[in-house]
């Protein structure tokens, strides 16, 4: 009796102590806090043949307004935060057959935005569907690991090389990890959710209800070793994997000749029991970033090799048999930028090369053009052009696949730029820019014009009879010369106004032959010019 006493008196003092203990623990707690962070920006922008892909035809001219909003709200309780972010993009004015390009039911014509934007801001400006979720994640201590590791989970922005869009930029859905080692080396590891295959509706399993996408994921890993002060090296492995359809973001559409072998097409898996999805792909990329900084000179290399395998349609099988092939993937980015600061004027340089493939090759055999994870965008879209990149206005710029695929279609890029800055005080920066690209492999400007490409006219393409092109050579490299006259005004805490004017001088690779009355007729590219005003409340 009295063991059992004593153990019952110990035990409710146990069960007392842990209750105050957890109590003590819940009372010094830490009080959430919240802040808001953001912007507001409203740009107008004027262009000359900088919308339409078809450089020959100069028709397409545009002046537009457009507001953006972005609101950051992170709660933080102790070394806990979440952070949630939402953007509105709108233009001035009602621009299509509704105010936002919000779909119910069936795909309505003409509900389109203007490119980038969501919504349009009418009379009396009731948009509905404009607020776009861009960031929802939790970021957090991980207990129990051997060295300090933070993990984020949720819809968040990349963080995986130190020069923007080189490899992986914009956000994704999954998580990150970062791992202190010591005070100078870090490990990163980021998980990637592409596209996730679903059962579907409430019916499950593989029934006819079944999501008809691939299990599609990336993983990208990278040590920062800092080996001495302003030096910062960054090795970087990832790897793609994709199956069926993809996002375009990941897979950037190049041109070609449909059904010859140029046109890469992925299909999607089909609906109904036992579908399964085709076309896999393992894109694996190795490489280096880098950044050197010592008083006023600074160096940033980045290279990026690429290898794996990518299955595609076979543009010429034999029967049933043969339907689709392996593609070998082979190619490498290379981008260096470099600066010095003399007094009150800051000058830089860049160069890039990427590689590609020549008109003649059939892709479902060889892809030799560089393929980022996703830019958004945004490559060279950090001060280095208006037209050849994204500029101040996010809205233009980066005609074709410039801004998204690096390269110029699949012909690849080679680009020299020199940007000079002078600060003229505190407040106010003047800068200019000139950069002349080409691409990598010569483009074939003797075929017809399609949306995305220049392709080999039809008797002088991949085809059975001519299964390397024939004579599709290739006769251009020059895609033009950019040059930009711009100023930055911080006018007041806060507040920002930039203003560019962009001229670009077409070079000939640019140029198309058009068939008109059904003659193949060459078409000289024309000269593209843009100017933008912007300003811009960070808070």
């Known amino acids: 009796m009295r063991r059992t006493l004593v153990m019952a008196i110990a035990g409710v003092a146990v069960v007392v102590a842990m209750a105050q203990g957890a109590h003590a623990q819940q009372a010094a707690a830490p009080a959430p806090t919240f802040t808001i962070a953001g912007l507001f920006e409203t740009a107008t922008a004027a262009s000359h043949n900088l919308r339409d892909v078809n450089f020959a035809r100069v028709g397409d001219k545009e002046w537009y307004a457009r507001t953006r909003g972005r609101f950051e709200v992170t709660g933080r309780v102790g070394t806990a935060v979440g952070v949630l972010m939402l953007e509105i993009d709108s233009t001035w004015g009602q621009v299509s057959g509704s105010d936002n390009n919000v779909v119910t039911g069936a795909a309505a014509v003409g509900t389109a935005q203007r490119v980038n934007a969501t919504s349009g801001f009418d009379l009396n400006t009731d948009t509905q569907g404009s607020i776009e979720v861009k960031w929802l994640y939790v970021e957090h201590d991980v207990p129990r690991l051997p060295a300090p590791t933070r993990m984020r989970l949720g819809a968040q922005p990349f963080a995986t090389t130190y020069k923007p869009a080189t490899l992986a930029s914009g956000d994704f859905g999954g998580l990150h990890l970062v791992t202190t080692w010591s005070p100078t080396v870090k490990s990163h590891v980021t998980f990637v959710q592409i596209e996730e295959e679903l059962t579907g509706g409430s019916t499950g399993g593989t029934g006819p209800t079944a999501f008809v996408r691939g299990d599609d994921l990336a993983l990208i890993t990278s040590v920062e070793i800092t080996p001495a002060k302003g030096l910062d090296i960054r090795p970087t492995y990832a790897v793609l994997w994709a199956q069926g359809a993809t996002s375009g973001a990941a897979r950037v559409a190049v041109g070609g000749i449909p059904g010859a072998g140029g046109t890469p097409t992925f299909a999607a898996k089909t609906v109904g029991p036992g579908a399964v999805a085709t076309h896999e792909e393992y894109r694996h990329t190795i490489g280096m970033d880098a950044r050197w900084r010592s008083g006023p000179i600074s160096v940033e290399p980045t290279f990026f090799y690429q290898f794996g395998t990518r299955e595609m349609d076979n543009p010429f099988p034999i029967g049933t048999t043969d339907l689709i092939r392996e593609s070998d993937i082979s190619a490498w980015l290379f981008d260096v930028k470099a600066g010095s600061r003399i007094g009150p004027v800051l000058l830089e340089a860049r160069y890039v090369y990427t590689s590609g493939n020549r008109p003649m090759d059939q892709l479902s055999r060889d892809t030799n053009y560089y393929q980022p994870i996703d830019t958004d965008t945004a490559y060279m879209a950090d001060g280095w052009g208006n037209i050849l990149a994204q500029g101040i206005d996010s809205f233009n710029g980066a005609f074709r696949t410039l801004g998204t695929g690096v390269g110029l279609d699949r012909y690849g890029r080679q680009q020299f730029g020199l940007k000079a800055t002078y600060g003229v005080s505190p407040q106010l920066d003047l800068y200019a820019v000139v ?105």
């Open 435 to 539: 950069m002349p690209a080409w691409t990598a492999r010569s483009v074939d400007t003797d075929g017809t014009f399609a949306a995305a490409a220049i392709n080999c006219s039809t008797h002088s393409a991949n085809s059975a009879a001519f299964p390397e092109g024939a004579g599709c050579r290739g006769d251009a490299s020059h895609i033009g010369t950019e040059a930009n006259l711009g100023l930055t005004w911080r006018f007041a805490p806060g507040l920002t106004f930039d203003l560019v004017g962009a001229y670009l001088v077409a070079g000939d690779a640019l140029d198309t032959t058009e068939v008109i009355n059904g003659v193949a007729t060459r078409r000289a590219s024309e000269d593209v010019y843009t100017g933008v005003a912007r300003v811009r409340l960070s808070f």
